[in-house]
């Protein structure tokens, strides 16, 4: 293909960006809420600017040809090069009035967020948050390529051109049905787990695989027949004796005030953890606000929530 010398547009760039993350031109522009005739008009002066075919369509849908995936990284850069630049034009604009968009763990935001929000909404009055739940892979990767703002991650994170402030650390507690064997103990040691039947998330969850190495730790054997969809029906089953769990002790704090039909117990001697931190773009605008958002969190964290988990010494 020849090209035409002629400039590609941002919107142009949009379109590919889009089409190639769904691998669909008809998805691709229920997403945008374009037409497809319009996508494709689009995609095709963008072939004819670049001077190559970006994709190809077959049977398995549209894929990216070779030259396609060689310039869909830089596309995606310069779509978030111009967001950070509009949003540093918005804090500039409005200060902390600006929206910014915070990706969530499930397993973490429902238990952590309404004892914090609050007070983040006193101390800085203007400042919006739009909240998305998702599981932590996908929020570090969407992160990076600017569909959220900030995230609050499970750490370590290991990605360039990110910034992590340590936010707390969370002790996971035992959990057994009360007509259980280990049921009234306030501690059971790594001894008494060997072999149990060990609970867990549907394994897109990371803490599927924080149990996973868990039990892998204390030779107890993880259920893979029974998975919960959320840490609701992972409680529930251990309710029904379906075997025990280890659940995040925000959850536990949160949710289990008066839990007859369960029993929570410590491990002694080895007590299990996992941190989170406050996680944003190195590049961000608003990486200081961000910093100052993360102190303030922590302090927050030590005073509702310090006889829950351990805030981190920053």
Not at 186 to 201: D, M, N, W, Y
Not at 263 to 286: C, T, Y
Request: charged residues 20%; proline residues 7%.
């Amino acid at each position: 293909m020849v090209s035409t010398q002629s400039t590609p547009t941002l919107k142009q760039l949009q379109y590919f960006a889009a089409i190639a993350n769904r691998a669909s031109y008809r998805r691709a522009a229920e997403e945008l809420g374009v037409s497809q005739p319009a996508l494709t008009t689009q995609i095709a002066a963008l072939e004819s600017a670049l001077g190559v075919s970006l994709f190809e369509r077959s049977r398995a849908g549209t894929l990216l040809t070779p030259e396609g995936r060689d310039l869909l990284d830089p596309a995606r850069q310069i779509l978030l090069a111009m967001r950070e630049f509009r949003a540093s034009a918005d804090v500039i604009a409005q200060g902390h009035g600006a929206t910014y968009k915070l990706g969530v763990p499930p397993t973490v935001g429902p238990y952590l967020l309404p004892n914090v929000l609050p007070e983040l909404h006193a101390r800085y009055s203007d400042l919006k948050l739009y909240v998305r739940e998702a599981p932590p892979r996908l929020l570090q990767r969407e992160l990076a390529e600017g569909a959220y703002d900030l995230a609050i991650l499970p750490l370590p994170v290991a990605a360039d051109g990110l910034a992590v402030e340590p936010l707390f650390t969370e002790p996971l507690k035992f959990v057994v049905p009360s007509d259980h064997r280990l049921a009234g103990k306030a501690e059971v040691t790594p001894s008494q787990l060997r072999g149990e039947k060990v609970l867990t998330l549907e394994e897109q969850h990371h803490f599927h695989h924080e149990v996973q190495e868990i039990c892998q730790q204390l030779g107890a054997q993880l259920q893979r027949d029974y998975e919960g969809t959320s840490l609701d029906t992972l409680r529930q089953m251990v309710v029904m004796g379906l075997g025990v769990a280890f659940l995040p002790g925000l959850y536990v704090h949160s949710e289990m005030h008066k839990p007859e039909a369960l029993h929570v117990s410590e491990l002694k001697a080895n007590p299990i953890f996992r941190q989170h931190g406050l996680v944003w773009r190195a590049s961000a605008p608003g990486r200081r606000l961000f910093r100052d958002l993360a102190a303030y969190l922590r302090e927050t964290i030590r005073q509702r929530l310090g006889d829950v988990v351990a805030v981190s010494g920053n």
